[in-house]
T-cell receptor
Framework: EAQVTQNPRYLITVTGKKLTVTCSQNMNHEYMSWYRQDPGLGLRQIYYSMNVEVTDKGDVPEGYKVSRKEKRNFPLILESPSPNQTSLYFC?????????????FGEGSRLTVL | AQSVTQLGSHVSVSEGALVLLRCNYSSSVPPYLFWYVQYPNQGLQLLLKYTSAATLVKGINGFEAEFKKSETSFHLTKPSAHMSDAAEYFCAVSRSSNTGKLIFGQGTTLQVKP
């Protein structure tokens, strides 16, 4: 089954404790992206990757890191989480082009930073 | 810079009534436009997309949207609402097919009353 898998789905952590949210897709997609969803703000893009070893900032990259060492994986790293990073996070993937591909989303990871 | 504005954070209709969700975009170049739907506790899924072909785009579940360049709009409609249409809807814009940036609107929650 084609899917984007995120882990963990739910996490409560404390300020400053490094964490990683994993994202894996099994569709051989070149493009992957991370979004955060906050009430009233919609989805905001954090980082995206057009291919292996190619990453770029979205609109809200501060406080986050990513890496793309393999095509299927695109982890999101919070080196020193802060309460303003409490949010619902989504990973998504597609073929390289938006006009021919559909963006597939994971089920989301709800993060609370105390 | 690109942006998307969805008019109305909440829309309520009766079952069987017309659904109209509004989306206006700002883009300096011809855009790629999308509507996504998010059901409770799930990721987003693509409803339909405009990629410079026909201006009237038909999507899944009976939804359609019309691209109007003169009005910079891409409103989503459905002739007759079903209870199962209750969800959050997001309009999104991309500048080109090969860019990694996809900008989402704030979202509109559709409530369907029996």
């Amino acid at each position: 089954e084609a899917q984007v898998t995120q882990n963990p789905r739910y996490l409560i952590t404390v300020t400053g404790k490094k964490l990683t949210v994993t994202c894996s897709q099994n569709m051989n997609h070149e493009y992957m992206s991370w979004y955060r969803q906050d009430p009233g703000l919609g989805l905001r893009q954090i980082y995206y990757s057009m291919n292996v070893e190619v990453t770029d900032k979205g609109d809200v990259p501060e406080g986050y890191k990513v890496s793309r060492k393999e095509k299927r994986n695109f982890p999101l790293i919070l080196e020193s989480p802060s309460p303003n990073q409490t949010s619902l996070y989504f990973c998504a993937s597609t073929t390289r082009r938006f006009d021919t591909g559909e963006l597939f989303f994971g089920e989301g990871s709800r993060l609370t930073v105390l | 810079a690109q942006s998307v504005t969805q008019l109305g954070s909440h829309v309520s209709v009766s079952e069987g009534a017309l659904v109209l969700l509004r989306c206006n975009y700002s883009s300096s170049v011809p855009p790629y436009l999308f509507w996504y739907v998010q059901y409770p506790n799930q990721g987003l899924q693509l409803l339909l997309k405009y990629t410079s072909a026909a201006t009237l785009v038909k999507g899944i579940n009976g939804f359609e949207a019309e691209f109007k360049k003169s009005e910079t709009s891409f409103h989503l409609t459905k002739p007759s609402a079903h209870m199962s249409d209750a969800a959050e809807y997001f309009c999104a814009v991309s500048r080109s097919s090969n860019t990694g940036k996809l900008i989402f609107g704030q979202g509109t929650t559709l409530q369907v009353k029996p």
